[in-house]
């Protein structure tokens, strides 16, 4: 009994979820364009933390520019800027193969566990891996303890 109710496999549907959420370096590189300056971008890419400082750095450097000292606070905030065009491409890249070992670290749904034990259980029967190997295999797709395979 299958619980995909969608007829999708496992991988399809991770493929979809990978492609509907991955994020682009074009659109990252245009919020650092119009919106760098708030911290988009960085907004944009997962990495709330500095962009919540990019922005309090904007706040503070136009808050305090009569003051003198806001200049120090821009200042700050355009080197930073200008070291995110080198760091954008790698940035985005890095949140897209996070997203998928995510994706991929996702308990599979119990019809395919279900097939994959069958799978297994046919190959140990036709006597093209162990008994051990099969139970090895069934503790590691049912995640059950001692599921280290050496």
């Known amino acids: 009994m299958s619980h995909q ?31 760098g300056g708030i ?10 933390g500095s962009a919540v400082g990019q922005l309090i750095l904007a706040i503070l450097g136009w808050t305090t520019i009569l003051l003198g000292i806001g200049f120090f606070f821009l200042g700050a ?5 200008l ?12 949140y ?6 995510r994706l991929n670290a996702t308990p599979r749904r119990e019809s395919a566990s279900v097939d994959d034990l069958t799978k297994f259980a046919a190959l140990r029967d036709s ?15 049912l995640g059950a303890p001692g599921n280290a395979i050496v």
């Open 127 to 141: 006597g093209a891996i162990s008994s051990d190997e099969y139970e090895a295999q069934k503790r590691r797709i």
């Open 83 to 94: 070291i995110d065009v080198f760091l954008l491409g790698g940035i985005i890249s890095a």
């Open 39 to 48: 911290g988009g971008h960085r907004f944009y890419a997962g990495r709330t």
């Open 5 to 35: 109710s969608n007829g999708l496999s496992a991988d399809t549907q991770a493929l979809m979820a990978f492609e509907s959420n991955k994020k682009s370096a074009g659109v990252a590189y245009l919020l650092w364009f119009f919106t």
């Open 77 to 81: 905030l355009g080197l930073w800027l």
């Open 96 to 101: 897209n193969a996070d997203l998928m070992l």
